[in-house]
């Protein structure tokens, strides 16, 4: 994502760790959001060629969904298509609120918080902009389902049901997005946040379910620095969050074979959602969450 002259300050407000001292989720999910909106509104605009002649530059005011998100993918500049037919495909937020989602190490947030607070700054976001919008929780099966909804009080609905879980519990990807899928009578956006630390090739095709049915998918992996490289690890006492199995190790005597077996894991997810249509995103709980929206937006207007 580019970075333009003028934008670090107001970048640095949305950063996780500067989001978590505000005190209530929906503060926070404010502030990503309009936070966001200031970064579209001081983007640079320079001219364009005739290959935008059908667009126009952005400007202060103009609601993000109207940006041409596969021209920003070119150009790394805002524009708004002059002509924009409006769409009711209704989003959908499913997120894992199994125990491996508590974890966190030395970030200020878990990979909990981090997911809770992307799904209530997307709520936000759509719900201004008169979109609907739905909330899904799940672990071994859908714990909680809010169908999508336009209403500007459905948001109250929503960052209650956030707040008042918690997470533990196993995973079975598989059967949660089954049991949502029985749920889904419309064609709808699903955007799916987990950690996807499960075997790739089932997540894949629980994903692979979803678009059989003609959804579109956006799967949001949401990890732990920490996980990617156990760089910093000291020996310790490790327990699987999920299962409760402990085990004494050094990361220094597997550091290159874990390394190994992460990259693996993620060359699996990422050509096995590129292979059905699914737009595959990897974040990690020090990741500004103005990325999180950008994504979001770019498949939800960019085709």
Same mark, same amino acid.
């Given at each position: 994502?580019?970075?333009?002259?003028?934008?670090?300050?107001?970048?640095? &407000?949305?950063?996780? @760790?500067? !989001?978590?001292? !505000?005190?209530?989720?929906?503060?926070?999910?404010?502030?990503?959001?309009?936070?966001? =909106?200031? *970064?579209?509104?001081? #983007?640079? /605009?320079? *001219?364009? #060629?005739?290959?935008?002649?059908? $667009?126009?530059? &952005?400007?202060?005011?103009?609601?993000?969904? =109207?940006?041409?998100?596969?021209? &920003?993918?070119?150009?790394?500049?805002?524009?708004?298509?002059?002509?924009?037919? @409006?769409?009711?495909?209704?989003?959908?937020l499913a997120l894992d609120c199994s125990a491996s989602m508590g974890?966190?190490?030395? #970030?200020?947030v878990s990979k909990w918080d981090y997911a809770a607070l992307c799904a209530a700054?997307?709520?936000?976001? =759509? =719900?201004?902009?008169?979109?609907?919008v739905g909330l899904a929780l799940y672990d071994t099966e859908l714990r909680a389902y809010q169908p999508p909804s336009a209403r500007a009080s459905h948001f109250s609905v929503l960052l209650e049901l956030l707040q008042s879980a918690e997470p533990k519990g196993q995973t079975q990807l598989a059967t949660a997005l089954s049991e949502l899928a029985e749920r889904l009578h419309r064609r709808s956006l699903v955007v799916v946040m987990s950690d996807f630390l499960d075997d790739p090739a089932e997540s894949v095709a629980?994903?692979?379910? !979803?678009?059989?049915?003609? $959804? @579109?998918? !956006?799967?949001?992996?949401?990890?732990?620095?920490?996980?990617?490289?156990l760089a910093g690890a000291r020996a310790a006492e490790f327990r699987d969050l999920e299962t409760g199995e402990r085990m004494v190790v050094h990361p220094s005597f597997f550091y290159q074979? /874990?390394?190994r077996a992460f990259q693996h894991h993620q060359r699996q997810l990422a050509v096995g959602c590129a292979e059905y249509g699914i737009d595959f995103v990897e974040l990690d709980?020090?990741?500004?969450?103005?990325?999180?929206?950008?994504?979001?937006l770019a498949k939800r207007y960019g085709r």
């Open positions: 994502m580019p970075v333009y002259p003028g934008e670090t300050r107001w970048r640095e &407000y949305l950063k996780p @760790e500067v !989001l978590m001292r !505000l005190q209530s989720l929906e503060l926070r999910a404010r502030a990503v959001v309009e936070g966001f =909106l200031i *970064g579209l509104h001081r #983007s640079p /605009y320079h *001219g364009f #060629s005739v290959e935008f002649a059908e $667009h126009r530059q &952005y400007q202060p005011g103009d609601e993000p969904r =109207l940006i041409d998100w596969k021209v &920003y993918a070119r150009t790394d500049r805002f524009y708004v298509k002059r002509f924009e037919q @409006e769409t009711n495909v209704r989003t959908l974890f966190r190490y030395k #970030s200020p700054a997307l709520a936000y976001l =759509l =719900l201004r902009q008169k979109d609907a629980a994903l692979r379910r !979803l678009r059989a049915q003609k $959804h @579109e998918v !956006l799967a949001f992996q949401i990890l732990e620095p920490v996980e990617r490289t074979d /874990y390394q709980t020090t990741t500004p969450f103005d990325r999180a929206l950008q994504q979001y």
